[in-house]
Every structure is written in structure tokens, then in C-alpha cells.
């Protein structure tokens, strides 16, 4: 049944203000409250366990430096037919720390799973830093359009509301 299940990856990034430092952005990203806040589809959130035994993080990828805390989040999803999904989505989110940054596990319902790692890094060019997102998606081919279009429609959203929350920040600290 592999050849019904597809993976695809969506990569965003976002530089980040002058002035911003390495770790103003990386507290920013361990901040569990503002981070789901920033979700343009939360409706509400609960945490189910804020020390999850054995994480089952991607080895190679992501070093953890601090527990891994659970959480049931429910989404309001639009432009999802109703026979596919309610208004209403629950799915189990997974954070970890990482030393630049965020790993979060989702896995929604219809067997959709989705690993993120939220980094701050050197721009590209050598100018600065950026906060890129790094989402891979596995789920079903048929689902594959929809959860992609949605996480690339949520993430300038996510973004913008980070870039105001570091600009806030400076703005503060230069008065």
C-alpha cells in the first residue's frame, strides 16, 4: 500500500530584522504559547503531556536539548470539503527544543503526519539571519494537494506574526 501514500516537503523562509539576535529568535521558536498562537487556524489548544516519554525524534536530524511536550490542537480547516473533514480538526502536536530552534511532530487524522524543524541561520547571502521552516508531509496522494496548499497558505501568516513579535521586541529595547 506505499504507492498510496506520498511525501512531499515545503520549505519557507523568512529574514529576520536587523538587530535581531541568534538567541531573541531562538527563545522566540521555544516560546510553546506564542508559537501555537501563531497557527491562523487555532481554535483551541491543551497540553497532554509536558515531558513525553520517548519522543521518537529523526535521528540525524534533530538533537533535542530539552523534554518534548505534547498537545492536543484543533484547527478550523476551510476549503476542505465535509466529507473528507468536520470544520474542526484535532491532532496531536509534538514539540522538542533544538538548539537553533523547534522540531514539532503533527499527526492529524486520515493517517497525515508532518515534521517541522523551525531553525534560525545564517541568510543565504551571508547577511543576516532567517528563520526557515523545513515541513515534510506524508499522508495519503489523494490528501497531498490539500495538506501542502494549506501549510504553504498558513506559513506567510505564521511568519508575519514572528517578524512582528522580534520587531516589537526591538522597538522596545532601543527606547
Known amino acids: 500500500m506505499s504507492w498510496l501514500t506520498s511525501k512531499d516537503r515545503v520549505l519557507v523562509k ?5 538587530g ?4 531573541q529568535a531562538v527563545d522566540m521558536l521555544h516560546d510553546r504559547d506564542f508559537f501555537i498562537n501563531c497557527d ?20 540525524g536530524r534533530v538533537q533535542g536539548i530539552g ?14 470539503p465535509k466529507s473528507i473533514w468536520g470544520s474542526s480538526v484535532e491532532s496531536t502536536y509534538e514539540f522538542t527544543d533544538v538548539e537553533r530552534g523547534l522540531f514539532c511532530r503533527i499527526r492529524s487524522p486520515l493517517s497525515i503526519v508532518m515534521e517541522a524543524l523551525w531553525e534560525v541561520r545564517e541568510a ?24 501542502k496548499s494549506q501549510t504553504e497558505q498558513g506559513a506567510p501568516k505564521i511568519h508575519s506574526k514572528m517578524l512582528e513579535r522580534l520587531k516589537s521586541e526591538l522597538a522596545a529595547t532601543s527606547t
Open 14 to 18: 523568512t529574514r529576520l530584522p536587523a
Open 67 to 80: 523534554p518534548t511536550t505534547s498537545y492536543k490542537i484543533t484547527d478550523v480547516v476551510a476549503n476542505v
Open 124 to 147: 543565504e547571502d551571508g547577511e543576516g539571519l532567517e528563520i526557515v521552516e523545513e515541513a515534510d508531509i506524508k499522508c495519503s496522494r489523494l490528501l497531498m494537494g490539500v495538506v
Open 20 to 23: 535581531v539576535s541568534r538567541q
Open 40 to 59: 491562523p487556524s487555532l481554535e483551541k489548544y491543551e497540553v497532554l503531556d509536558k515531558d513525553l516519554a520517548n519522543p521518537d525524534l529523526p535521528a
